[in-house]
């Protein structure tokens, strides 16, 4: 019988599928990406102000729980403004299936900072993951070989890096007695603030337009469903199926894409998604 966790983290992939659909729709056009991410962040700590009071949560900012979650927030805001920026110039197919295999810099770092073991079933999941990776940069060469292109690949690993490192330092915050609820808002506020310091200061661009603020509330409504459903999975399931599920989400993403037409999923992709489901597969059963 499936657990409630597993239902929740089903539901966690889907939003995320769709969420990293719409990122893509947005960057089709030129926009600003600050803005979009200072939107969803606005969006998204409203709507958990809203649930953290209705269901009688407390908030908690010592000292201990701020660290951490400036820390994590900040990791968390850098990693989805370079998702979104790479997703201006590579298809959603491989910008969502690199950032989802965060899985593997979590498992990475856990081992070299967390002191972790490095069992035979995480390293294979490590090299599996990587070799996705690398499948996916073979079919991006294959249609431009631009160093724009490349630039905008490495975006993506870099977003996955930093995604991982957030998945790291929550997990120390919450070992270190930090405040779940509070760290969410926490990063809520961080997605605000760095989008807005990356609008005015990188792009310079701090405009408002009804489509950025129509983009920026779906995707805060979706990020919102995405963090929550991803938590109550972990509170009423096994952290060790709950996550590897949500982090299936790139397969609803490639799916979504390929019945929009929005891209041509070839050979290479279907190889790389294959390896990207083996290696979370791999990480999740140690």
């Known amino acids: 019988m499936i657990g409630q966790g597993v239902y929740f983290a089903l539901l966690s992939m889907l939003l995320a599928g769709v969420n990293d659909v719409v990122f893509k729709k947005y960057s089709n056009k030129e926009r600003s990406r600050g803005m979009y991410i200072l939107g969803i962040g606005a969006t998204w700590a409203l709507l958990q102000l809203l649930y953290v009071t209705a269901s009688g949560a407390n908030l908690a900012f010592d000292a ?19 998702l979104v920026e790479s997703l201006t110039r590579v298809e959603v197919s491989v910008g969502s299936t690199i950032y ?92 605000m603030i760095g989008g ?43 952290a060790s199926i709950v996550i590897p599920i949500a982090n299936m989400s790139f397969v609803v993403a490639i799916f979504i894409s390929g019945v929009m037409g929005l891209e041509k999923i070839d050979l290479s992709k279907g190889l790389a998604t294959v390896c990207a489901v083996g290696s979370i597969v791999l990480l999740a059963n140690v």
């Not at 201990?64 to 370079?82: D, E, F, H, R």
């Not at 899985?103 to 070799?131: D, R, Y």
């Not at 905008?152 to 890096?161: H, I, M, T, Y």
Request: glycine share 8%; net charge positive.
């Open 64 to 82: 201990n729980t701020i660290k951490y979650g400036v820390t994590a927030g900040v990791l968390l805001a850098a990693s989805n403004i370079l």
């Open 100 to 191: 989802r295999l965060n899985t593997v810099g979590v498992v990475a770092l856990s081992i070299i900072f967390l002191q972790e073991s490095a069992e035979a079933m995480k390293l294979a999941g490590i090299l599996v993951g990587v070799l996705a990776i690398l499948l996916l940069y073979r079919g991006e060469a294959s249609f431009s070989v631009l160093r724009t292109s490349r630039t905008f690949f490495l975006f993506a690993v870099l977003a996955s890096l930093l995604r991982a490192l957030y998945g790291v330092i929550s997990k120390a915050g919450l070992l270190a007695a930090a405040e779940m609820q509070s760290i969410i808002m926490i990063a809520a506020c961080c997605w």
């Open 196 to 238: 807005a310091a990356y609008a005015r200061y990188i792009e310079n661009r701090f405009v408002l337009t009804r489509k950025k603020i129509t983009y920026s509330v779906v995707s805060g409504l979706l990020v919102f469903g995405i963090v929550n459903c991803l938590m109550l999975g972990l509170d009423q399931g096994e």
